[in-house]
């Protein structure tokens, strides 16, 4: 369980990227943030793994606050919340299969991780995960070869071979055509609920938050305007 209690962000400027978030989000929900440019949706994701941090409120994460964490924490929280971006998700030089076990890097032992040594199980939950998203044929190209779809499906291989409890994603699909951006969204949400993860995508579109979300969150000017099951969103909205 994630909830937000009066969460509210200002920027160093002035700026309030979030005022007063309350939200309960249940373990496996799909959600979809949507709104227009500047509304705050990365500003909310980003809260939620602490690339940024609320100024004020609680967030907690299975009932423990994490805008209470100090740095040395942040490892763990950030191995429990995988993230998704728009694009420069991979290492363009680095194979598919080891950008995907670089998933595996904050269960890694320290020595392990600088050496580049994954063990054998990681390396075949990695190749599960490459052929759950179609893409196991390609463990051995290198990521830049791969159109811009196959690398985002690549990317949701790699946040899952992580074993987070929460996906994050940051419109994943915004630069993506209408047809690869469908194929991303079913992936994602296929794997989000096979696996039973909390999963949060900023979106841009309505149209796909409708066809994919369990429920939709609507932001505008840092404020939650909407909040509800795709069922009670309607042309008024
Ligand atoms: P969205 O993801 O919905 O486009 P953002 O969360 O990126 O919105 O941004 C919300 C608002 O906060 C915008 O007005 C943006 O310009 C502002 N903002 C984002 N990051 C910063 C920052 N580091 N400093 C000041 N303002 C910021
Ligand atoms: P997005 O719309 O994808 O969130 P932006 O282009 O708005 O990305 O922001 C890119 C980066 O610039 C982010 O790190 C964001 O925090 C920062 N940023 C956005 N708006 C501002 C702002 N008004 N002042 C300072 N930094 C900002």
């Known amino acids: 369980m994630l909830e937000f209690k009066d969460v509210s962000l200002t920027y160093p400027n002035g700026h309030q990227g979030l005022k007063n978030i309350n939200l309960k989000i249940n373990d496996g929900e799909f959600i979809v943030v949507v709104g227009m440019s500047g509304a705050g949706k990365s500003t909310l994701i980003r809260s939620i793994n602490r690339l940024v941090t609320p100024t004020s409120g609680e967030l907690l994460i299975d009932g423990e606050n994490i805008l209470k964490y100090k740095e040395k924490d942040l490892r763990k929280l950030r191995t429990k919340t995988g993230m998704i971006f728009q694009q ?107 696996d039973n993860l909390t999963t949060l995508v900023n979106l841009h579109f309505i149209d796909m938050a409708q066809e994919y979300a369990d429920r939709i969150i609507g932001l505008r000017d840092g404020e939650v305007v909407f909040d509800g099951p795709v069922s009670e969103v309607t042309d008024k909205t």
């Open 88 to 194: 420069h998700n991979l290492v363009k030089r680095m194979s598919v299969l080891r950008n995907v076990m670089a998933g595996r890097l904050g269960h890694t032992g320290t020595m392990r991780s600088l050496l580049g040594m994954f063990p054998q199980e990681d390396v075949k939950l990695a190749m599960k995960n490459l052929n759950r998203v179609g893409i196991g044929e390609k463990a051995y190209t290198r990521a830049d070869q791969l159109s811009g779809g196959q690398q985002q499906r690549v990317s949701i291989a790699r946040v899952v071979t992580q074993k987070p409890k929460v996906i994050l994603a940051d419109e994943p699909v915004a630069s993506l055509d209408p047809p690869t951006s469908h194929v991303v969204m079913k992936d994602l949400k296929r794997i989000s609920k096979e």
